[in-house]
């Protein structure tokens, strides 16, 4: 073994270790400094062959995708603008609504830091991983109506806690 064997394991181990952490950084963020805000929720799809059993979820008090629409409609936006997108969150009674998808940074409020460049608005809480007989039952419930609770820490990164019914 060289001298410097041990210097280039241990180069490679703490590079490995700062990309995971670059990685979780975001909703790590949100669920140790966040504050927790409930919005509405419905599933999209149960079940993909090659994720395995989760919950797709929509929330349906967060804007459309901006420019999904007709090519004649006024509000179709350039794809060039697409990207990182912002949607700052008001509370209505016991749950938190969406405003208009922004594409500069709210001063003040929580908000979540989104990704419109898709044909669907990411925020990072679209997803809920459960185990195979699981799945059917929190959708057959989420299709009753239920709450999701999140976390959004100051940058607007958000982190999925829970779902519970309404």
């Known amino acids: 073994m060289t001298p410097r064997r041990p210097v280039r394991v241990a180069a490679a181990v703490l590079v490995q270790a ?14 140790l400094t966040g504050e927790e805000v409930r919005l509405r929720v419905e ?3 149960p079940y993909d062959p090659f994720r395995g059993a989760y919950v797709d979820l929509g929330y349906p008090d967060l804007p459309d995708q901006p420019g999904t629409s007709f090519e004649d409609d006024p509000d179709v936006v350039d794809p060039v603008e697409r990207g990182v997108a912002y949607v700052p969150l008001v509370p209505r009674g016991e749950v938190w609504v969406g405003g208009p998808v922004q594409r500069t940074r709210p001063a003040d409020g929580p908000y979540l830091t989104c990704d419109d460049s898709d044909w669907r608005l990411r925020c990072g809480i679209e997803s ?19 709450v999701a609770t999140v976390r ?3 940058r ?11």
Request: hydrophobic letters at 55%; charged letters at 20%.
């Open 18 to 31: 700062a990309l995971v952490l670059v990685a979780v950084q975001a909703p790590l963020s949100a669920r």
């Open 43 to 45: 599933p999209v799809d």
């Open 128 to 146: 809920l991983f459960l185990p195979q007989d699981a799945a059917a039952g929190a959708e057959r419930e989420l299709r009753q109506g239920a």
């Open 152 to 154: 959004v820490d100051g």
């Open 156 to 166: 607007g990164n958000a982190a999925l806690l829970g779902i519970e019914p309404a």
